[in-house]
């Protein structure tokens, strides 16, 4: 107990010592300390401290209670030694961000174009006849307009820095958000520390050098130290010397612990010497001449900026998220990073699916703006200098030149207007301002995003790999069975009815061989349940302990951690954890717990009632196995065997390094069954993603009837299903050649129809996800989501599409390698998550079908306009509100729009599927031609139906138009009622549902509509308007209002009648599609609410046909006794109503029929049955009978016809409330019961 005696000491001197005595070696000294490794380390240790604890005793803590903790110690350790803190990089300042916004290359072209404008508008020709150069230019002076012809190039400029400072302010605060995203996963980050005797989590910023730190699996070490004592304990050191082999530390070989690290196995406590920039981490940072940047923040910044400015970080672009338009194919990036200077910072695989197809689209509607802009210009120059030199015949003048400049520039400005508005910058705006706002929310839904990208993948996702403790179950586990001295409890037996010796031995081997931060605290209110802290296995062993009546922590005391002789972790591999004890006559006890099946293989004794162990042969072990393991099982528990081994010190010591040797010959002590209860929102979860077109896949390592048992309760797995469920070892049995390499043939065959995979590894896990993702036996590439929460999760987190971490139970290295966490550890969040994602999704095509019914009118008017009229009728400045309405307001309105439970009822989009759909495409040029329609007619003969003068061919500096005031005011109106319409886009009739849920909508229109009259009543000259009487404006609102009505009548037409229609935005290039009857059943979401209005009418007079049609079958069918199959209606005899694909967004044409398609067609039947739509049992038999006999989409179909019904759980022909009927999957009775 010297460092207690010594700790009090230095109390006392402290008042008079000055901060030099106060600790015995300098940071500088630390710092060198921690550059030695192995050997030399140790003999530096030895020759300045003696040991581990004379370093302890220098830096005034001690080895077994830790520091103090007073804050007067701890605030003085951090000013000698340094916080734990690496100062994070500079934010951009919002100047840089104005300078940013300031290199897009149309607004640096307005720019200069405003700027020329501005200089010739003061500029007037000496004593040049005006007339003579041409009719064009006369009429200025006398209104005594000339001086004010400044102001077009003024307003310009104003509009550019309106738009500037909006792009600029944006940035700015997505950038704040980022900031505060990253503060929040830094905050959340604790760690276990020994402070004044008791086992405390701190932040990772409050560790100071001095600290006692244990440290276990699954730890990123937060700061440099020294090992005071360690178990087995195994160190992943590649984030530091680039070298994959786990590096084995032990006091007498390699002690020194170093921060930014991993624990792969064992456990420890460590002395901390250096924290912050003083640490090896904070060194390497310092060096790359900041901090770290890496986590997910400098990853969102680039992405933002890139979509701003293509051109100049294209070539720094560290994480191969390359926005240049040019490479839309998705580029798979090697997997090894090319050494980035920390492992987080590894590229995801490819660019995100929405990215590529928005960066595409973006491309080529710029290109065509750009052609528009440039015809624009040309022929208002052609038609200029026809009219002035040809028709009037004027001789060119050199006096004339400026104000052929002037018209030249008006031209230009006209030109680069038209390029503005046709390009959708406003495009990464929306996709920014709608991840940020969907991870903003998404953290109230327990997902805490670390990359931006992931949100919008999940929405895609078609796959989910879960594991099943404390995901699928609530991760409270307890004993409730057990099998101990010969006898099978169905509950926790009462500790007078077992033999005294066993139940010793019991409670000895559960107290010291479970990690000792494992324990269980009285509850935090009364009534509630005790808190289980670390392991939740372990928990419920040392529950068993407490429901026996003893106690675990008077023999941990009596063996404290420092005493155990030797451990062998748990890891995955083993799946056992072993402790040794050393008795004092040199004998060795060794206790393990572990997977039942394993561990029992290695017990050759087990113990009786008489407390005296008897021999335990193979068909012993068989017979534990029927009867108590797998009932056990099959009830979902997870079974753990306990057992000892006693070592003499007549056998000699044995070779502890020889794991094999020394985990055989056990003696059983029993077998526990723990119970880990289903969360009880989970089945309905699974229900709702099964329903959406994805498949839940269960990952495990617990015993396969345990697996099946749990999935059967969850709904993984239903009643009379053929889906797979296999073992690890099976699994590679089956997807390994005779070479032992893994074959993708092999696992495309199992895949598809695995629904539990038990006793799995990690490595299982990621070959598992490795294949899906690279499988090509669907013709769309499935995404794949992952779960998970050990370490050795971290390959699996990687490589899938969205990793997602556990924030409770999950490890550090796994929430490093994962794209979201799990705050709750729920797999209800998951699912909120799968809705967030399809929400952004559905929020960009909003805001793409109302940007482009803007850009086809207002390009389409511009350039008839000054074809026609010599004059664009939509000014300049006119045309950067407009540009500021649709771009960036709009971005805001219908990228915000809240996410429904509706989003959940159609399959996933896929990789492929256009942006704009056909119906989208519909409704674009729909409004487009009503509007063109409007305004043209206003154009050329508003002036006789207003009665006002007509505003055609004035002059250069004319003043403001009434008839031209009126056609940009209609034009804006019918923008912002055409955004009501932009809401839905499946055609659906109701385009004010939920609009109130969304505060920021109402707001921007109202606020839009407000400024719109304050431009045209006091807008005047800068905006060209001239205030408008009250008729006048009540007729633009008609027009604007006129455009829902208008909605109404195209969301009529049903899509598949436009079947010159194309769809835009696809992903990856690929061929035309064929055949347009293939597709609208293989999109839910495709469905056009029009064409199933129109159906109505046609199904009910058909269903009756159909009713006595099935019931003529049913009675044949039972005459006959039948197959099944074979009176029911055959897919060729389909009545062309029930035809009812129409949708050629993208074709599974090379399929092969004998693989299951699990995820691709689910929702082949109809519609989700919301608001619209025609609920499912009207479609009847007819619609049982469209899936042909060959078809891959039937689930569970390999190689026999399919049965006559679905999963209860998917989407279609099972109505919910039969879900508990025994399915008898080909009855004539079950079909009719689902006709009717």
Known sequence: MANNSFRGSKYVQRGEASREAEFSCSLLELRSLMELRGVEAITRIQESYGDVNGLCLKLRTSSVEGLEGNSEDINRRKEEFGQNLIPPKKPKTFLQLVWEALQDVTLIILEVAAIISLGLSFYSPPNAERQQCGKAAGGVEEDGEAETGWIEGAAILLSVVCVVLVTAFNDWSKEKQFRGLQNRIEQEQKFTVVRGGQVVQIKVSEIVVGDIAQVKYGDLLPADGVLIQGNDLKIDESSLTGESDHVKKSLDKDPMLLSGTHVMEGSGKMVVTAVGVNSQTGIIFTLLGASDEGDSEEKKEKKKKEKKDKKSKKDKDLKGKNKDGATVEMQPLNEDGDLEKKKKNLPKKEKSVLQGKLTKLAVQIGQAGLLMSALTFIILITRFLIDSFWIQGVPFAPECVPVYVQYLVKFFIIGVTVLVVAVPEGLPLAVTISLAYSVKKMMKDNNLVRHLDACETMGNATAICSDKTGTLTMNRMRVVQIYIAGLHFKKVPDPDLLPAKILDLLILSIGVNSAYTTKIMPPEREGGLPRQIGNKTECALLGLCLDLRRDYQTIRNEFPEEKLFKVYTFNSVRKS????????????????????????????????????????????????????????????????????????????????????????????????????????????????????????????????????????????????????????????????????????????????????????????????????????????????????????????????????????????????????????????????????????????????????????????????????????????????????????????????????????????????????????????????????????????????????????????????????????????????????????????????????????????????????????????????????????????????????????????????????????????????????????????????????????????????????????????????????????????????????????????????????????????????????????????????????????????????????????????????????????????????????
């Open 577 to 1236: 954890m072993s402790t040794v004890l050393r008795h004092h006559d040199g004998s060795y006890q060794m206790f393990s717990k572990g997977a039942s099946e394993i561990l029992l293989k290695k017990c050759c004794q087990i113990l009786m009632a008489s407390g005296k162990p008897k021999v335990f042969k193979p068909h012993d072990r068989e017979d534990l196995v029927k009867k108590v393991i797998e009932p056990m099982a099959s009830e979902g528990l997870r079974t753990i065997c306990i057992a000892y081994r006693d070592f003499p010190v007549s056998e000699g010591e044995p070779d502890w390094d020889n794991e094999a040797e020394i985990l055989t010959g056990l003696t059983c002590i029993g077998v526990v069954g723990i119970e880990d209860p289903v969360r009880p929102e989970v089945p309905e979860a699974i229900r709702k993603c099964q329903r959406a077109g994805i498949t839940v896949r269960m990952v495990t390592g617990d015993n396969i009837n345990t697996a099946r048992a749990i999935a059967t309760k969850c709904g993984i797995l239903q009643p009379g299903d053929d889906f797979l469920c296999m073992e690890g070892k099976e699994f590679n049995r089956r997807i390994r050649n005779e070479q032992g390499e893994i074959e993708q043939e092999r696992l495309d065959k199992i895949w598809p129809k695995l629904r539990v995979l038990a006793r799995s590894s990690p490595t299982d896990k990621h070959t598992l996800v490795k294949g899906i993702i690279d499988s090509t036996v669907l013709e769309q590439r499935q995404v794949v989501a992952v779960t998970g929460d050990g370490t050795n999760d971290g390959p699996a987190l990687k490589k899938a599409d969205v990793g997602f971490a556990m924030g409770i139970a999950g490890t550090d290295v796994a929430k490093e390698a994962s794209d979201i966490i799990l705050t709750d550890d729920n797999f209800t969040s998951i699912v909120k998550a799968v809705m967030w994602g399809r929400n952004v999704y559905d929020s960009i095509s909003k805001f793409l079908q109302f940007q482009l019914t803007v850009n086809v009118v207002a390009v389409t008017v511009a350039f008839t306009g000054a074809c026609i009229t010599q004059d664009s009728p939509l000014k300049a400045v006119q045309m950067l509100w407009v540009n500021l309405i649709m771009d960036t307001f709009a971005s805001l309105a219908l990228a915000t729009e809240p996410p429904t439970e509706a989003l959940l009822l159609r399959n996933p989009y896929g990789r492929k599927k256009p942006l704009i759909s056909r119906t989208m495409m519909k409704n674009i040029l729909g409004h487009a031609v009503y509007q063109l329609t409007i305004i043209f007619t206003l154009l050329f003969v508003g002036e006789e139906i207003f009665d006002i003068d007509c505003g055609r061919n004035t002059p250069l500096h004319a003043p403001p138009s009434e008839h031209y005031t009126i056609v940009f005011n209609t034009f804006v109106l019918m923008q912002i009622f055409n955004e009501f319409n932009a809401r839905k886009i499946h055609g659906e009739r109701n385009v004010f549902d939920g609009v109130f849920r969304n505060p920021i909508f109402c707001s921007i229109v109202l606020g839009t509509i407000i400024a719109q009259f304050v431009i045209v009543q006091f807008g005047g000259k800068p905006f060209s308007c001239f205030p408008l009487t009250l008729e006048q404006w009540l007729w633009c609102v008609l027009l604007g209002l006129s455009s829902l009505l208008w909605g109404q009548l195209v969301s009529s037409v049903p899509t598949r009648w436009l079947t010159f229609l194309k769809t835009a935005g696809h992903g990856t290039q690929q061929e035309e599609i064929p055949e347009e009857e293939l597709e609208e059943m293989k999109d839910k979401d495709e469905i056009d609410h029009a064409e199933m209005e129109l159906r109505k009418g046609q199904v009910l007079w058909v269903r009756s046909l159909n009713r006595i049609q099935t019931q003529i079958r049913v009675v044949n069918a039972f005459r006959d006794s039948m197959s099944p199959y074979e009176g029911l209606e055959t897919p060729e005899s389909r009545n062309s109503i029930h035809n009812f694909r129409n949708y050629p967004e993208f074709s599974i044409e090379d399929l092969e029929p004998q693989i299951p398609l699990i995820d691709e067609n689910e929702g082949e039947d109809e519609p989700p049955t919301k608001r619209n739509s025609v609920p499912p049992p009207l479609t009847g038999l007819s619609n049982l009978s469209a899936l042909p006999l060959s078809s891959p989409t039937e689930n569970n179909a390999v190689d026999r016809p399919p049965p006559l019904h679905r999963d209860g759980s998917r989407s279609g022909l099972i109505p919910p409330n039969s879900a508990g009927l025994p399915p008898c999957p080909g009855s004539p009775l079950h079909s009719l019961e689902t006709s009717l």
